[in-house]
Structure formats: C-alpha cells, structure tokens
C-alpha cells in the first residue's frame, strides 16, 4: 500500500468525521460546537487537497471521498441548522410542523453544486457559485451570531421563519448560480496582480478583530458581492 496515497484520505476521512459529531451537537442545540467542529472539518479538508497535489497522489477516489465529506461536513450539518432554527423560529405552532423541514433544502443545493463540481473543468482554480464549505460557515456561524447579540435588530430578523427560509433558497442558489467568484489563491506576493485579493483578506482580519463573530456571514457576503463587483468591471473593461 503506498502510504502517501493514503495521507489526503486521512485528512478527507477526518473531515467527515468532524461533520458526523457536528451533527450530534446540532441535534443537542448546541450550536457553538457544532459551528467549531464545521471549522475543523473545513480545515482538514483544506489539507487533504494540499498533500494531494504535494505527494502528487490525486485520483478520482479522492475527489469523490472528498464530495462524500463535504456533503455531510457542509451539507447536512447546516441544512440541520437550519432545521433547528425553524423549529426554534415556529414554537407555538399547533399540529405537525412542516415547515422547519425545508431547511433541507441546503443539503440538496449542496449536493447538487458538489456533483456539479467534480465535472466542471472550469473550476481548476477559481469558483462558479459559492463553494459548499463558505457556504456552511455561513449558515452555521448564524446561532452564534443571534445568541451572542440577543436584542439587535440583526439578530431579531435571523429569528424570522419567513427569512430564514429566504436565506435558505438563496444559499441553495447561490451554490449552483453561474456566479465566477475571485481565487484565494495567492502565488506571489504582487499587489498589482492580487489587489482584490489581498484587500479582501486584510479587511476579513479587520472584521474578525472588531466584529467577532458577526463577521463570518458578513465575510461571506463581502466575498460574493466583491466578486459581482469585479465581474462587472471586468466585463466592462474586455468591451
């Protein structure tokens, strides 16, 4: 068994396992865990691509074990969120609560974009659509944000059902829309070449400083609106 092959499904296998336990604390309203184990299990799936192209190993069974991780990691584990915060959001109601059940629709959206992924050629190096992993920061960042900020008018609106159900449809679109977002990737030190790069990690360092918490959606929606803003400019300057 060539042990190097191995490593990248490691870090894959523990992605996985982040988002199984995730589930667990979802399950328990303990969304803070839940938020953090996300974290982890983005981090570890950061790395299972690194050792990939480092050992020079990747393989068509890597990229599905990869796909099969995200979609537990950052598919079912914020549709479950978003699950939650419906059942917490409808409280009162009488009968049978169907609605909460649409927070699933994040799972399918997810599950379509990563299907989606692994045949797109485009996306060697840059995204179209929000990458299920940004995407699941987002939505599982969101209890934190409304349990840290009780009394806010953010966080009274993040407790709507009618929004929340909004934001899940938009998080299922955003996902798969033909929206080309700006690589991270950042191969040399040149401002000229990574201006928009290098602008959006500093301001992200700033808002985590002073915003904490909120900043992670906040980041999120900086990242989808920058990169509209650079289609648009980009596309006026090629005419």
Known sequence: MNIKAQIPNLFTMLNLFCGCVALVFVAEFKFELAFYLVCLGIFFDFFDGFFARKFNVAG???????????MITSGVVPSYVMYQLLIISNQGENGIQIIPFI????????C?????????????DSFIGLPTPANALFITSLPLVISNYQGAFFTDLLSEKWFLISLIFL????????IPLFSLKIKNFSFTKYKLQIFFLAVSVLMLIFLQI?????IILLYVLLSVINNIVNKKASV
């Open 60 to 70: 068509p069974l890597g990229v599905q074990l990869d796909s099969l991780a995200d």
């Open 112 to 124: 379509y974009r990563l299907a989606k992924f692994n045949i797109d050629t485009r996306q060697s």
């Open 103 to 110: 927070g699933f629709m994040v799972a399918v959206g997810a």
């Open 214 to 218: 909120v900043a992670v959606p906040l």
């Open 171 to 178: 998080s299922a679109y955003v996902m798969n829309a033909e």
